[in-house]
C-alpha cells in the first residue's frame, strides 16, 4: 500500500476515487442513453426537469433510495440480498485494474513541518503485473450474481433469465478470452502499461518476411496488427454485460425482466450499476489493447508534458507530472466514452437474437474464428515479428 502514511493515504484515496467514477458515470450513461435512443427515434427523451433533462437523473436516485424494499415470500434470503453486491464488486475490481492514465512521479516535498517522498503513483487501484488475467477472473464472477438472483427470487422468469445468463457467458467467455490471446502474442507482455508503452509514437512499423515495413499515416494501435481479435473481441463483450442483441437473460418481452424481476429500489440500482460497470470495463479494455490506451495518436507522451511544463500550466515539478497524468486519464476517458456509445448505438439498431441464434453463434462462429485467429497470429509471428 505504501511506504509512509501519505503514500497509503493517496492509495486508499485513489482506489476510492476510481469507485466513484464509475458509480458517477452510471446515471451519465442512464442520460445518454436516453437522450441518444430518443434521438435515434425521432422523439425528445428527458427534457422536462431541468436544462435537457439532466436533474431527471437525480429524481431516478431519490426514487432508487427510497422506494420500498421488496423480499419474496418463497425467496432465500442469503442469495436474494447477496446478489445484488456480487453483480456490482467484480466490475469495481475489474476497472481499478486497469490503467486510467499515465503514472506520476512526485519529487520530495515538505509539509507540515516533515519532508515526504520522492513517490511514484500509478493511475490504477492495484498492479499485479498480469493485469488482463485479473480482469478476465474478477469479471467472470459475474455470472454468480446472475443465478444468485434467479435462485434467490423463487420466481420461474427470474430463474429461467439466470440459465440463461449463465449458459450465454460460458459460452462468449471462451471466445473472448480466445481473442485476446492473438494481442497478447504481439505484444509478448500480460503488462498493461508495457502494451500501452508499445502502442506509442508514429508511425505503424511492422516486420514481414525480414523487411521493415512502415506506414506514416497510421497510429501504433493494436488494432492493425490484430483486427481480426479486436471484432471478436468487441461482438463478444456485447454478450457477456447482456446488452443488445445479446439481452436474452433479461428480455423484456420474453421474461418480464429475466433475472431482477423481483428486485426494485436499491438492489435493482446496484445491478444497473454492475451491469455499467461491466460496460467500461469492456470499452476500457478495448481502448487499451487495440487503440493506444491513455496516449494520444500522432503526439509523443514526452511531447505532452513538455507542453504542460513549458506552457504554463504548471510551473511546479509536481504540479505539471499531476496534470499531465490528468490530461492522459481525459484522453482515455474519451476513448472509452466513444465505444460505450456504440453499445447504446447497437442497442436501437439491432434486433435480439433467438436464444438457438446466441448459442450457435458463440459456439459455431465466434469460437471457431477466434481459434483461426490464434492460430494466424502465432503464423505471422513464425515467418515475421513485430519492432518493439
Known amino acids: 500500500m505504501g511506504k509512509d502514511v501519505f503514500e497509503i493515504v493517496v492509495n486508499c484515496v485513489k482506489m476510492l476515487l476510481i469507485f466513484l467514477v464509475m458509480v458517477q458515470l452510471v446515471p451519465i450513461l442512464v442520460w445518454l442513453e436516453r437522450r441518444v435512443s430518443a434521438f435515434m427515434q425521432n422523439r425528445f427523451g428527458p427534457n422536462r426537469v431541468g436544462p435537457l433533462g439532466l436533474i431527471q437523473l437525480l429524481a431516478d436516485a431519490v ?14 434470503a442469503v442469495m436474494y440480498y ?25 519529487e520530495q516535498f515538505t509539509w507540515l ?24 477472473g474478477v469479471s467472470s464472477l459475474g455470472a454468480y450474481s446472475l443465478l444468485m438472483a434467479g435462485w434467490g427470487s423463487s420466481n420461474k ?11 450465454q457467458m460460458v459460452s462468449y467467455e471462451l471466445a473472448l478470452g480466445l481473442s485476446l490471446v492473438g494481442i497478447l502474442m504481439v505484444f509478448n507482455t500480460f503488462s498493461f502499461y508495457d502494451i500501452i508503452a508499445q502502442q506509442t509514437g508514429m508511425p505503424l512499423t511492422f516486420n ?3 523487411k521493415v515495413h512502415s506506414i506514416a ?29 445479446f439481452d436474452l437473460p433479461e428480455a423484456e418481452g420474453e421474461l418480464v425482466a ?29 481502448a487499451t489493447f487495440y487503440f493506444g490506451g491513455y496516449t494520444i495518436p500522432y503526439v509523443a ?10 506552457g504554463g500550466l504548471a510551473t511546479h515539478p509536481n504540479w505539471a507530472a499531476f496534470l499531465t497524468s490528468l490530461i492522459f486519464f481525459l484522453v482515455f476517458l474519451l476513448k472509452v466514452f466513444l465505444f460505450l456509445l456504440i453499445y447504446i448505438w447497437v442497442r436501437w439498431t439491432l434486433p435480439r437474437f433467438r436464444y438457438d441464434q446466441l448459442m450457435d453463434l458463440g459456439w459455431k462462429t465466434m469460437l471457431p474464428w477466434a481459434l483461426f485467429n490464434t492460430v494466424l497470429t502465432a503464423v505471422w509471428l513464425a515467418f515475421s515479428h513485430r519492432p518493439v
Open 63 to 76: 426514487k432508487f433510495l427510497f422506494k420500498e424494499p421488496f423480499f419474496p415470500e418463497k425467496g432465500m
Open 208 to 210: 514481414f518476411f525480414g
Open 258 to 286: 429475466g433475472f431482477h424481476t423481483e428486485y426494485g429500489g436499491f438492489a435493482l440500482l446496484m445491478f444497473y450499476i454492475g451491469e455499467y460497470g461491466h460496460m467500461m470495463v469492456a470499452s476500457a479494455l478495448m
Open 217 to 245: 499515416w497510421l497510429p501504433n494501435w493494436g488494432i492493425f496488427f490484430n483486427p481480426l481479435g479486436a471484432l471478436i473481441f468487441f461482438c463478444a463483450s456485447f454478450a457477456e454485460t447482456n446488452r443488445l442483441p
Open 82 to 106: 447477496g446478489a445484488p453486491i456480487m453483480a456490482l464488486i467484480p466490475g469495481a475490481l475489474a476497472l481499478a485494474a486497469i490503467p486510467l492514465g499515465a503514472p506520476f512521479h512526485l
Open 113 to 136: 513541518g516533515r519532508e515526504w517522498g520522492p513517490y511514484d503513483f500509478i493511475m490504477q487501484g492495484y498492479d499485479f503485473g498480469v493485469g488482463i488475467v485479473i480482469v478476465l
Open 157 to 167: 422468469y427470474s430463474l429461467l433469465g439466470a440459465l440463461r445468463a449463465s449458459a
Open 301 to 310: 507522451n514526452e511531447s505532452v508534458a513538455n507542453w504542460v511544463s513549458s
